[in-house]
């Protein structure tokens, strides 16, 4: 019996049903003689016969019988198998990996990873919070969420949004060392500058209707933007942040802007890239819309 397949199940319950060769040739428009060989053919290969033929029909051997129980369990078995794969297919299920910056991941994914869980519990989550741009492939990565850092041109970008950067120090620092008030006053202040991101130290600022741009060194530096974060806002010194994210920590009293009539904060995308032979998978898609509600509620969230 290695040799019969899935049709030569099905066809042998038509057969049975039906109890006559023409009317099953004629639900498949095909002619009667090539029922009739696949019908043989069965028999041969299961070296039993397991229809009796006469002038009134066809009936069922005993052997005929047992093979139509077995036949309908293997059939089934298939459509079982067919409804539980469309199932799985257009569900949300299985692990997804997403590779995201400390800043981003801290203040606007995990505040709502739980959203994400809740409406879809089979969904695991990894998170990898690195600000380095993974190697998506070889790393396992589903998304990668970055900002400002132009993608590879192997992937799907989906914007999530866009971010300005501008000066922010601690109250504290302000009220002790003094708040500046022209470019040149940052000479006599701890500037805090980003060892990861170069560019991040290229302050901008309006002077005159001239954009004056300054290379910061910086008296401390961290390798991370989060790093810096955490410096500002300790009251280490006036630093370069992201200013939805800055705008956010100033409302709740824990940063003040500094020169915010100079600094030209420019425009950084924010995005989410996918391997592109990952991008129609339906935990992708879950996920791509909980980024979406995750940055659309922290932009909408911040003051303007």
Known sequence: MNQLNLDDFSLFLEIAAAGSLSTVARARNVVPSRVSRALARIEAECALRLVHRSTHGLSLTDDGVLFLEHARRVVEAHRHLQDELGDRSRSVSGRVCISVGQLLAEYVLIPQLARLRAEHPRLSVDLHIDDRMASMASEGIDIAVRAGVA???????????????????????????????????????????????????????????????????????????????????????????????????????????????????????????????????????????????????FMQGAPG
């Open 151 to 297: 993608p590879a041109d192997t992937m799907i970008v989906r914007p999530l949004g866009t971010h300005g950067r501008a000066l922010y120090a601690a109250p504290g620092y302000l009220d002790r060392h003094g708040t500046p008030r022209a470019l040149a006053d940052l000479d006599a202040h701890t500037l805090i500058s980003n060892l990861a991101a170069p560019k991040h130290n290229q302050w901008a600022f309006v002077i005159d209707g001239h954009t004056v741009t300054r290379e910061i060194q910086g008296q401390i530096r961290a390798n991370s933007s989060s790093a810096v974060v955490s410096l500002a806002l300790a009251g280490a010194g006036i630093a370069r942040l992201n200013d939805v994210l800055a705008r956010a920590l100033v409302a709740q009293g824990r940063l003040r802007p500094v020169l915010a009539e100079q600094v030209v904060p420019g425009e950084h995308a924010i995005y989410a890239a996918i391997l592109a032979e990952r991008d129609r998978a339906p935990k992708i898609r879950a996920t791509m819309n909980y980024l979406h509600a995750c940055f659309a509620d």
